[in-house]
C-alpha cells in the first residue's frame, strides 16, 4: 500500500485539508505504515547529513512524524460494497479487488437530470487465484474506467509457485544453510507464511522455524486476523483470542533488536523473512551483511527488485554489494 498511501502526509504538509476516505483494513495499515514511513524518512535524512552525501547542505525528510499522524486524524474509514454519500446526487463505494488486505476499487455514481453515470478507479489489480486474497468483485458497467497500467490490461498467472519455493528450500536444506528472503511486509510476507506452512503440512518441505523479522510485518500479520472477512485464511476466536496459521508454533517474530540480532548466530536450517522487500533499508540488510559471505545460505527474492535497489543489482549479478559502507 505505501506505494498509493506514501505521499499524503506530504499533501498534507502543503496544505491539503480535505478528507481522506480509505476501507477500514486500509486505516488500519495506514497507522503502521506511515509512521514507519515517517520514522525511515528522518533517519535518511539524519545519515545524508552525517556522511554528507546529499546534494543539500541540510537534508530535510519528506515528512516526518508528525506529518503522518496529521493524516491519520483526517481518515474516515468505511465498509466494502457500502454506498457514501459526497454530495447530493454524488456517491461512491469500495468494492473489493483481491490485491493486498484492503485494496478495493473505486465506483462513483453521478446522478444526473436525466441519467446516471459511473466512474470506476483502481489501482492494483488482484489475481482470480490468490491463494490468500478473496478473488476481485465483478465490475459490471461503468461509463468510465481508470486502472492501472501493470496488470490492469492483461491476465497475470501464479504459476507453480510452490513447487518452485519447495525446490529452493530443499537444496538449501541439503546444503544445510539457512534462506533469508527480502519480501514485502504487507502482502508478500503473509502469502509465503501460507505457502511455507501448507509445504511443511504437505510434507515436501521439512518442518522448519520460520523466523518473521521486520516490526511492519509482524504488525500488519495481526491485521489479517483482525480483518478475516477480507481474505480466505481461517480464523477462529479461541479464549478470546484471534487464532490462524500464523500462530503456527515454528513461526516466531522477531519483536526485538536482540531476538534479529540472535539470528545471526544460527547455523542450522532456518527461513528469515525480513524487510525491506527490495533491500534498500531495515533488518533486510543486517541479515545480507551476515549471510552474504556465507556460501550455504540462501537468498531468495520473491517480488519485484526496482532499478537501481540492492535487490536489482544482486538478481542482476553485481559482483559486490555494499551494505552498511562495507
Known amino acids: 500500500h505505501i506505494d498509493h498511501i506514501g505521499y499524503l502526509p506530504r499533501l498534507v504538509r502543503d ?13 488500519d495499515l495506514m497507522t503502521i505504515m506511515l509512521k514507519d514511513a515517517a520514522k525511515l524518512q528522518e533517519e535518511e535524512a539524519l545519515f545524508a547529513f552525517k556522511r554528507g552525501y546529499s546534494k543539500h547542505a541540510k537534508p530535510e525528510p519528506l515528512f516526518n512524524e508528525a506529518d503522518a499522524l496529521n493524516v491519520l486524524a483526517m481518515v474516515r474509514s468505511y465498509p466494502m460494497d457500502k454506498s457514501i ?159 490462524s496459521l500464523f500462530d503456527s508454533p515454528n513461526i516466531h517474530f522477531c519483536n526485538t533488536r536482540d531476538q534479529s540480532k540472535a539470528l545471526n548466530d544460527r547455523k542450522s536450517p532456518a527461513i528469515i523473512i525480513s524487510a525491506s522487500g527490495m533491500c534498500t533499508g531495515g533488518r533486510i540488510l543486517h541479515h545480507l551483511h551476515h549471510r552474504l559471505p556465507r556460501e550455504s545460505d540462501t537468498i531468495l527474492f520473491v517480488g519485484y527488485q526496482g532499478e537501481g535497489t540492492r535487490g536489482r543489482d544482486m538478481l542482476e549479478g553485481a559482483p559486490t554489494i555494499r551494505v552498511f559502507g562495507d
Open 85 to 243: 454519500e459526497l454530495l447530493e446526487h454524488v456517491s461512491v463505494m469500495f468494492r473489493n479487488t483481491g490485491h493486498l488486505l484492503g485494496s478495493a476499487f473505486v465506483t462513483f455514481t453521478l446522478e444526473g437530470h436525466s441519467q446516471t453515470k459511473t466512474i470506476v478507479f483502481s489501482g492494483d489489480v488482484g489475481r482470480y487465484d490468490d491463494p490468500i486474497m478473496r478473488q476481485p468483485d465483478t465490475l459490471t458497467t461503468a461509463d468510465v474506467l481508470v486502472v492501472e497500467s501493470t496488470y490492469g490490461d492483461r491476465t497475470n498467472p501464479m504459476g507453480d509457485v510452490k513447487s518452485r519455493l519447495a525446490e529452493v528450500v530443499n537444496e538449501a536444506v541439503e546444503h544445510s544453510g539457512c534462506i533469508v528472503i527480502p519480501a514485502f511486509a504487507v502482502g508478500r510476507t503473509q502469502t509465503l507464511i501460507y505457502y511455507l506452512h501448507h509445504l511443511m503440512a504437505e510434507h515436501r518441505i521439512p518442518t522448519l522455524p520460520i523466523f518473521i523479522d521486520s516490526p511492519m510485518a509482524i504488525n500488519a500479520t495481526g491485521l489479517y486476523e483482525r480483518h478475516a472477512s477480507n481474505h480466505k485464511i481461517d480464523v477462529r476466536k479461541e479464549r478470546g483470542e484471534l487464532i
Open 15 to 27: 496544505g491539503f485539508a480535505g478528507t481522506i476516505l480509505c476501507t477500514q483494513a486500509t486505516a
